[in-house]
């Protein structure tokens, strides 16, 4: 067997992330030679899944400013029997992804669950007396509501037809895009500021309705009501299991390992040399060792390695809080055959929490997810938060919305103790004004693919797929057959035979 110094590589592909790990799936059946690398000692990326300890060593190796917080108490499970997702998102059940793994076959090595009710938090006035409102998530829902006066419901009966009738909701888009949702909804179909917020929600717009443009929400309103009931009844998305995207980056990564690829954790380019008239580029690695390759693939703005790179903006503040309860008060049945939801949606909107005499200026957006997400221990829950703000504010409004959430949740106060709780920045690389991830990558230059930056949404962007197409057109001349794969034998490679 030849060293990887003395293999004359198709593909080095530099980091697990998912644009990566979808790029090597692409690829796996393709019998191209590919080394793939990753500077850390675990899969993901951005979008990798840590335990307790994997947390730990992160903070200390990639963001000093991150920030951990651990209880005394006996609740808290051993470190392994976390997997904690660094950037958790939803996929919306009419996403391409789905079909796409299908097509793939690695969706046998998957398991999905239902994300179920989305709530909204409303300001009770005094400290400690908010409360958590359902969103409805039909027209049915909408008419049950008894907290919606009959006016508003026929407001709200208005934008529900428009938005589902193609020819109106282009000519909105065309005239009114400009607009900010806010005036939008006031100007069109009469919907008060007080009602907006369930509708705002649903955007997981990182700005207020007055900043975000209708051209940026009425299309992700319509992703999420017509994703419902495509699955199931009741619901339109779901998450991975095991770790959210992570679990994505592993299978695959599998995949290419099982179809020949090498791979090497641990390890990056430490230099690159001028390609040669055989048209291989001369790639040299940490540990000195020199690989020659046709193509390279990497993406914009790798995680730094160093605290040095934390001088570096940063907009979006996260939170992975570790409760010693279920929360199941807000994981009601979805609907009649629905399956059991292990993720509900909790959004703050601007004016919900006050803070050192500052209002919330901008929402707060939880997912909650259940011990059957396989990411902590039975009777506990993991609420992911995630606010655009700097690093320190950012952090003070989570904690402040995490103490306000466990309060309005209606659990006793004893069963539902913060037993560990991660609060760190990460660099958001997409907004309402600016092109989705899709439009404007990947970069293609001299056989060197440059994926956009991880998004921060909260929701999976179909335009990483458009990216990983892109690349993967390039490398091998090929138009159509994109992650189109045929069974494979039964022991051919392992004994699942994917």
């Not at 790029?23 to 080394?35: G, H, Q, T, V």
């Not at 909790?346 to 909650?368: A, E, R, T």
């Not at 956009?452 to 990983?468: N, P, Q, T, Y």
Request: aromatic content about 8%; some cysteine; charged content about 25%.
């Amino acid at each position: 067997m030849e060293s990887i110094g003395e293999t004359n590589f198709d593909l080095v592909i530099e980091g697990t992330g998912l644009a990566q790990s979808l790029l090597a799936l692409a690829l796996s059946r393709s019998d191209k030679k590919i080394l793939h690398l990753d500077q850390n000692s675990y899969y993901g990326g951005e979008e990798a899944a840590l335990s307790l300890q994997d947390a730990e060593e992160w903070v200390s190796k990639v963001d000093r400013d991150a920030r951990i917080v651990q209880s005394e108490s006996s609740k808290l499970g051993f470190s392994r029997a976390y997997s904690l997702a660094l950037a958790p998102q939803i996929i919306y059940s009419k996403s391409v992804l789905l079909p796409t793994l299908v097509s793939s076959k690695v969706y046998r090595q998957l398991d999905f669950l239902a994300v179920g009710a989305w709530w909204i938090y409303e300001d009770g006035g005094e400290e400690g007396s908010g409360s958590l409102k359902r969103i409805p998530g039909s027209r049915e829902d909408v008419f049950a509501d008894n907290t919606i006066d009959l006016r508003a419901k026929r407001s709200l009966m208005k934008f529900l037809k428009f938005i589902t009738d193609p020819e109106a909701f282009m000519q909105a888009i065309e005239t009114s895009g400009h607009t900010s949702l806010e005036d939008f909804l006031s100007q069109e179909f009469n919907i008060s500021l007080d009602l907006q917020p369930i509708l705002h929600a649903l955007t997981l717009s990182s700005m207020p309705a007055s900043q975000t443009k209708t051209s940026f929400a009425l299309p992700r309103i319509l992703r999420h009501l017509s994703s419902i009931g495509v699955f199931g009844p009741g619901f339109g998305a779901v998450i991975p299991k095991w770790g959210g995207l992570a679990e994505l980056t592993q299978v695959g990564c599998r995949a290419c390992a099982v179809g020949g690829g090498i791979y090497m954790l641990g390890q990056a380019i430490q230099s690159a040399g001028h390609t040669t008239s055989d048209e291989l580029a001369r790639l040299r690695l940490d540990n000195g060792e020199e690989v020659k390759t046709r193509w390279r693939a990497s993406q914009r703005g790798t995680p730094p390695t160093r605290s040095e790179d934390s001088t570096k903006e940063k907009v979006l503040t996260r939170s992975v809080t570790i409760v010693s309860s279920p929360l199941s008060t807000l994981l009601p049945p979805i609907a009649d055959g629905a399956p059991p939801s292990a993720c509900t949606m909790v959004v703050f909107p601007p004016g919900s929490l006050q803070h050192d005499g500052s209002k919330l200026n901008v929402p707060i957006y939880f997912m909650i997810h259940t011990s059957e997400t396989g990411e902590c221990p039975n009777g506990q829950s993991i609420l992911y938060g995630s606010i655009r703000a700097d690093d320190d504010e950012g952090k003070q409004w989570l904690e402040k919305a995490v103490h306000a959430l466990l309060n309005a949740s209606s659990e006793a106060e004893e069963d539902r103790e913060v037993l560990w709780s991660l609060l760190y920045s990460q660099e958001a690389s997409k907004t309402e004004d600016m092109p989705s991830q899709g439009d404007t990558g990947p970069e293609i230059t001299d056989r060197n693919v440059l994926f956009s930056k991880s998004s921060a949404d909260l929701a999976f962007d179909d335009s990483v797929l458009r990216e990983v197409r892109t690349a993967w057109q390039h490398i091998t001349g090929n138009d159509s057959g994109f992650m189109e794969f045929e069974d494979r034998e039964v022991g051919e490679y392992d004994e699942e035979g994917q």
